[in-house]
């Protein structure tokens, strides 16, 4: 007799190689492909593919602080409710006053029914019903409330976790989305351009002609042509007086040099003299 097992048809994942008895294990094998689930906070893009996996994450990685969100009809402007989110409570009843013409007297029961509790106690923001839901029970118990909550718009009504609207900053996560990779793709666009701009040739000037150090000559130098070389031979064979500069160079004939060749400074009371000796 073949077992009730043995005749189950197995069922097949049509995007890898798992099969499951069950249709219930594999619809949660499905998940895992479709990763329903995201991150709810407004700076974090992750989705999982099970409610344990992003439970986990959102308890173990982000915060949701105390805050206030004012619900007064925007004044002749979208979207329809004022919105702004207020970290401090005195920051909001300000606000009311000045922005709302409320009475300052009159607007603490208000301010109660728009402060979203610490991780969720006593209320919590839901951005699928965008609105702000009271919470049963304290502490674990009324933060997993918030995720059943979450977790029945996601499951029965198929909601996507780019329809949530984060409350801290009144946008949607797909808009946030969109936005960072806009941000990205105009990045990498600068980059592709600075990257042509740095492979192409930069024409640069041409460097002037470097003079050699024999042919500097000071103002009060005076150049000698080749035809006086030979006269100069005669007035040394002659016997003369020359120059030592102070930087080692020389000799250099009094009537001739007054600088230096080498340095290029005028001879002073630090260089030297000496006589040439005569040729016969």
Known sequence: MTSEASTT????CNECSKSTDRQCDMNKHKKRHRRPYGCTFPRCSKTFGSKSDWKRHENSQHFQSELWRCQQPARGRLPEF???PFFHKEEYLTHLVKEHDRSASKVEEEVEKCRIGRNGQVRFWCGF???????EG???EAWEMRFTHIDEHINKEGKRVDSWLCVEENKLKGERKEEKTTILRENEEVGKKRGRENESPVEMPPRPPKTPRREMRTASTTAIAPSALYSLRMERAAGDSAHICCCGS???????YSACLA???EFCSNCSSEELACHE
Do not use: D, F, N
């Open 250 to 256: 020389g000799p250099y004939l009094k009537k001739v």
């Open 82 to 84: 004022c919105a702004r």
């Open 129 to 135: 019903c965008r609105t702000i839901l009271s919470a």
């Open 138 to 140: 304290t502490g674990a």
């Open 9 to 12: 048809k197995k069922l097949q």
């Open 263 to 265: 340095c290029g400074r």
